[in-house]
């Protein structure tokens, strides 16, 4: 999982107009769009380019080494919701 997104996103959706391989969801036309707290990342699709880190205005999106200590649970919490979706 190169990328992932923490409990501090808003939404805000600037990360997904940047994603070059539509990594992040749910979209905003989805139904999950309203019931899910935050975006996340899927595991599989990320392509590593770091395009989403660069406009989040939360800075919410880490690369997986350098994800602060205490907000690596967000690892499996983006990996859960494709698994779930």
């Known amino acids: ?5 923490t409990d501090t996103c808003t939404k805000d959706n600037q990360c997904l107009d940047s994603c070059p391989s539509e990594a992040i969801r749910p979209l905003k036309d ?3 769009w ?3 707290p935050q ?3 899927s595991p599989e699709d990320c392509l590593d380019c770091g395009a989403c880190i660069a406009v989040c205005p939360t800075n919410s999106i880490f690369a997986v080494e350098d994800l602060p200590a205490d907000k690596a649970s967000a690892v ?3 990996a859960a919701y494709f698994i779930s979706a």
């Open 30 to 32: 989805e139904p999950a």
């Open 76 to 78: 499996e919490t983006n």
């Open 39 to 41: 975006l996340y990342i």
């Open 1 to 5: 999982m190169p990328h992932v997104i």
């Open 34 to 36: 309203e019931t899910v």
